[in-house]
């Protein structure tokens, strides 16, 4: 594997584990959400989950081609809260997703990986929606 490769594996490693982190960080505030305010975003918790599923395996899938081992350790998980903080939570979880996906786009673009680089832009428009729909869950739109 060339440097080059070894540098977008481990980016995409990176990503890889942020998606597994966010995977059990939603379903667990799907799980755990109680309150009034539950009933309006328990099922966008889970849709979003099964989004970042997608992610993790195309990841996967990518490491893969590139000659690299796929992580199966996820990034830092948050727990517990309101349902107020589990949003405020995961629209950090977001952030930091859109800030690394375009870092890691720029990357990919740098070394003529065109391909992943598509996936990558993908990825970041449906985190950018996520975002939003935390963002909105919140009063912040």
Do not use: W
Not at 14 to 21: F, G, H, Y
């Amino acid at each position: 594997m060339s440097e080059k490769q070894k540098k977008i594996v481990d980016a995409l490693n990176q990503d890889r584990a942020d998606e597994l982190a966010a995977i059990v960080q939603y379903l667990g505030h799907h799980y755990t959400a109680q309150g009034l305010e539950s009933v309006a975003v328990v099922g966008m918790f889970k849709s979003i989950s099964i989004d970042e599923m997608k992610h993790a395996e195309a990841l996967g899938e990518r490491i893969a081609y590139l000659g690299g081992q796929p992580t199966t350790q996820p990034s830092k998980i948050m727990t517990g809260g309101d349902v107020k903080k589990m949003l405020k939570d995961d629209v950090a979880s977001e952030r930091k997703a859109i800030t690394n996906y375009k870092a890691h786009i720029k990357l990919c673009e740098q070394a003529g990986e065109i391909t992943t680089r598509t996936l990558l832009e993908g990825i970041l428009s449906d985190e950018e929606g996520h975002e939003d729909q935390f963002l909105t869950a919140l009063g912040q739109r």
